[in-house]
């Protein structure tokens, strides 16, 4: 007999080269070496190349072509492309279902707050009413998916974050996305005082990797389990 129980889902966020997927592949590594199964993965989105056989591969990539490779997928239509976003962070959420009622913890990389803070800086020129249209984005998205039981950001110094991201990827920020980049910071942050039963922040400069991971195990290990009653069930604060 299934239990009611689904497991947990857990996203880590925060703005590029913060170290998410970093800290994802070294989570695993450690519950792998633990004897432990390790959790269900869903990638961000600059890991999903290759093939474009599932739905949200597909949508992805028809973001990327309209923005003609543009970093923040920004194709000049930014109610347009916000809303394809969250129909790819939904399809994900459907994806992971079977893992979920399985019992297993699910780990988004990025889940749809990275969709509703970028979004919002997009759509809004005023970091004040950015933090606004954050909330709304959210509670819009909670009508079709849960938001995560526990969201995790990750923050570091934005510069050093920045050089990181620009290594990784072999290319350079202008000088307008660093700006971006600076203003989703804070928003990140913020999400924890607005939901701070949902929402942790970690700072990697205080820590070295076996110390965070600890702390995020340790998190993901005291967030309990969730009836399952449907994608909307879950408000925003």
Known sequence: ?????????????????????????????????????PPHVIE???????????LGRRLLHILIDAADGEYFLRGGFPRSETLLL???????YEAALPALLAGHTVIEGRSIHTTAVY??????PD????AAR?????????????????????????QAAIERAEAR?????????????RRAAPLFE???????????VLDRREHDTAALVDTITSWIADTPAHLFEGPATTSVR
């Open 1 to 37: 007999m299934l239990s009611n129980h689904r497991g947990r889902l857990i996203s880590i966020e925060g703005i590029n080269g913060v170290g998410k997927s970093y800290l994802t592949d070294a989570l695993i590594a450690a519950a792998t070496e633990r004897g432990q199964r």
């Open 44 to 54: 961000e989105f600059s890991r999903r190349t290759g093939s474009t056989t599932d």
């Open 86 to 92: 969250l129909a790819i962070k939904m399809h994900d």
């Open 119 to 124: 979004q919002s800086l997009l759509l809004e």
């Open 127 to 130: 970091d004040n009413t950015a």
């Open 134 to 158: 954050v909330g709304k984005i959210l509670h819009d998205a909670s009508r079709w998916r849960p938001l995560p039981d526990l969201t995790i950001v990750i923050t570091d110094d934005v």
């Open 169 to 181: 990827d072999g290319r350079r920020f202008t000088d307008e996305q660093c700006g971006l980049l």
């Open 190 to 200: 913020r999400l924890a005082t607005t939901a701070p039963d949902r929402v942790r």
